[in-house]
């Protein structure tokens, strides 16, 4: 989960521990314990900021890419499995709907973050 935080976060911008809460809904220390565990793991590595030497960004080492990897082979083998009565105009609404999910998600974070900013 903390991984995959960490690679959405990369792909958007610099990932740092604040970011992986924001992403998960989290506060800050939880988010730190599960950095520290997926460190620990050999998933994540903390890095100095180029532009503040006083940050750590993180970073998915080749193991935690082929962990992110194997789970989204899993759950679309499970989705597979469990959709393998749909017909394809099923399956095609079911995605569409979980993007618009997803985006309602994206914007309720976006919100929730600017309400907690100062």
Known sequence: M???????????GRPTVNGVAEQL???QSG?????TQAVERGYLRKISSPSDSRQKLLDVTPDGAALVQAAHEWQEAIFAELASDFSEAEIQQFHRFMERLVAAGETSSEANADRSRP
């Open 31 to 35: 988010a730190s314990r599960f950095v």
């Open 2 to 12: 903390v991984t995959e935080a960490v690679q959405a976060l990369r792909d958007r």
């Open 25 to 27: 809904g989290i506060d």
